[in-house]
């Protein structure tokens, strides 16, 4: 293993593992600040997740929901961007190896590492259902989705047809609602007319629900609303329905009225999600999902320079009230704990720096000398500001929970649009974006169909069966 890798700078250093809303919100916040700062990622982009599965459905190319790091930080002189694995973490030693073997010192470290998809302890179904994570996870399904028409227009057999154009969706939150919803469109409206042999509107899409309504985060009221726009769409809801078995074939179920097994060649998984392992090599106590649980300053016991943020962190919010609440898995709750770990870091630096000053004019420390890792007492305590819930169905289809305020249908969708093409990184990706969807409201076509490969090897086997 190669030593820590050290700067010649006496300046603090801060490494941040992962790029996603948090880390980027952190990363955007230690601009300009004295701090060598380095930013790890597996990838080479930032991926404005939630619309994701518009990739994955073939509403939007890849580059309008993403951007390069190096590009996003490219006049932000403090820091450095590594696009590395993370293969472990020495609290103690205060390093982190990386799998090419360097070792990285730091003084501050935020881990922002983010979540994968959890199959319950079944992770063998992760082969057979899919989950939408990477940008990598929508191009597969993307091309999964489109080869199922594909393989029902080539088979001659009406009876094989059915089972190519069943689609599973399993979980029915947000992802799995609008994954859901789109899948129903998509064969109802972008495919007419361009098949011979098959009618894509035939296609069926299930979405089941272990619990008893669907998007169970929002308010009882606006879930039924939701449900009914779904079903409205042509997406059959199916709720406390539990999915006990998955094979290359389809899903068995089972529900109040016994076991039930759905043929169906494509499985979306939007069941659940996990922490990211990188969450056990803190050696620090998890939850059930993995995530680490953090103190009310975002660190970990013992390590005030070590901070955990976005879907790693089991962390709560601190009311003023003195009452606490678990801070949710969406991406403002990320980007608030990425520019709250930023503040902490700052007010840090900014105190050794004023402390440095009076020693030197003292005459008591020599010149560059700078304390490391120190936490200040007075820190605050997180705090989550929850500014509402949104999930999108379909074409002029959404609920929304903002505030005192809950909608629906039209004037729902019409904000949903708003605030993601709002928060998208980069004035050219909101416009393709805000293009892109006026022409698909107009003339229901999604022109992002192209797939790389015609099918993968697991339908190859089905077809040539």
């Keep these: 293993m190669n030593p820590p890798r050290s700067s010649s700078s006496p300046r603090p250093r801060v490494l941040i593992i992962g790029c996603g809303f948090g880390g980027l919100a952190a990363a955007r916040a230690l601009a300009g600040a004295p701090i060598d700062l380095t930013v790890i990622d597996r990838s080479n982009h930032h991926l404005f997740q939630p619309l994701l599965y518009q990739v994955a459905t073939a509403g939007l190319s890849a580059p309008s929901i993403a951007a390069p790091i190096r590009h996003m930080l490219r006049r932000q002189a403090n820091a450095t961007v590594l696009m590395a694995e993370v293969s472990g973490i020495d609290k103690q030693a205060r390093c982190v190896d990386l799998s090419d073997g360097q070792r990285l010192g730091y003084d501050f470290l935020i881990v922002a590492s983010g979540a994968t998809h959890s199959y319950f302890g079944r992770d063998d179904w992760a082969e057979h259902a899919p989950g939408l994570k990477t940008m990598a996870d929508a191009f597969k399904l993307r091309a999964k989705v489109l080869t199922a028409f594909e393989r029902a227009e080539a088979l001659a057999e009406e009876s094989e047809r059915q089972a190519w154009l069943n689609f599973v969706v399993i979980g029915a939150g947000p992802t799995g609602v609008e994954m859901a919803g789109t899948l129903a469109e998509i064969a109802r409206h972008t495919l007419r007319n361009e098949f011979r042999r098959i009618d894509p509107a035939k296609a069926r899409v299930i ?259």
């Design 207 to 465: 979405l089941l629900e272990g619990g008893e309504r669907v998007l169970a985060a929002f308010k009882p009221e606006l879930s039924a609303r939701a449900a009914q726009q779904l079903q409205h769409l042509g997406v059959e809801v199916r709720c406390g329905c539990r999915v006990v078995e998955i094979d290359e074939e389809g899903v068995e179920v089972e529900s109040a009225s016994g076991r039930q097994r759905i043929e169906a060649r494509t499985r979306v998984w939007a069941a659940g999600v996990a922490a990211s392992p990188l969450g056990r090599m803190l050696a620090v106590p998890l939850d059930r999902a993995g995530r680490v649980q953090v103190d009310a300053r975002l660190n970990i016991p013992e390590h005030p320079e070590l901070f955990v943020i976005g879907d790693l962190a089991a962390a709560l919010s601190h009311e003023p009230d003195g009452s606490t609440r678990p801070v949710p898995g969406v991406s403002p709750g990320a980007k608030q704990m990425g520019a709250f770990a930023a503040a902490q870091i700052l007010a840090v630096v900014r105190a050794q720096v004023r402390a440095q000053v009076r020693a030197e004019a003292s005459g008591s420390a020599s010149r560059g000398q700078v304390s490391r890792g120190q936490v200040l007492p007075a820190a605050p305590k997180f705090r989550y500001r929850d500014y509402g819930n949104l999930a999108t169905i379909g074409r002029k289809a959404a609920v929304a929970d903002v505030g005192r305020l809950q909608f629906s249908g039209y004037l729902a969708w019409l904000f949903w649009l708003f605030v993601h093409v709002y928060f998208l990184i980069g004035f050219r990706n909101r416009l393709v974006v805000l293009m892109d969807w006026a022409w698909a409201y107009w003339s229901f076509q999604r022109y992002a169909r192209v797939v790389a490969e015609p099918a993968s090897s697991e339908i190859s086997r089905k077809t040539e069966r």
